[in-house]
């Protein structure tokens, strides 16, 4: 089992920035890629960004590409989520997640995740 816990998520002005941070325990193991998805109120949970066990291989949404930065300290079993820019629509619940599965296809799917953590509000006003 791995737990997952994030943190960092709070209130911001539109245009602002914050780090969402993602602590691993338990059965950690660095070979895990790490996903950051969001769910809005009434929308479904969606992809946000991934990276893969080394930390070298990224991939983000359409929506965050070039706002958002996604990386790892496999050292301190953490991930993060760097956000600047941000958007009003950016607002919702951020979950991290991990999966052993190697097939970065994959990690855009939230099924592909065995193991998610309880989640942290980002609330972006205008």
């Known amino acids: 089992q791995v737990q997952l816990v994030e943190s960092g998520g709070g209130l911001v002005q539109a245009g602002g920035s914050l780090r969402l941070s993602c602590a691993a325990s338990?059965?950690?193991?660095?070979?895990?890629?790490m996903g950051w998805f969001r769910q809005a109120p009434g929308k479904e949970r969606e992809f946000v960004a991934a990276?893969?066990?080394?930390?070298?291989?990224?991939y983000y949404a359409d929506s965050v590409k070039g706002r958002f930065t996604i990386s790892r300290d496999n050292a301190k079993n953490t991930v993060y989520l760097q956000m600047a820019s941000l958007k009003p629509e950016d607002t919702a619940v951020y979950y991290c997640?991990?999966?052993?599965?190697?097939?970065?296809?994959?990690?855009?799917?939230?099924?592909?995740?065995?193991?998610w953590g309880q989640g942290t509000q980002v609330t972006v006003s205008s």
């Open positions: 997640a991990a999966t052993p599965r190697g097939y970065s296809g994959s990690w855009y799917y939230a099924s592909e995740y065995n193991y």
């Open positions: 338990g059965r950690t193991g660095s070979y895990y890629a």
């Open positions: 990276i893969n066990w080394r930390g070298d291989s990224t």
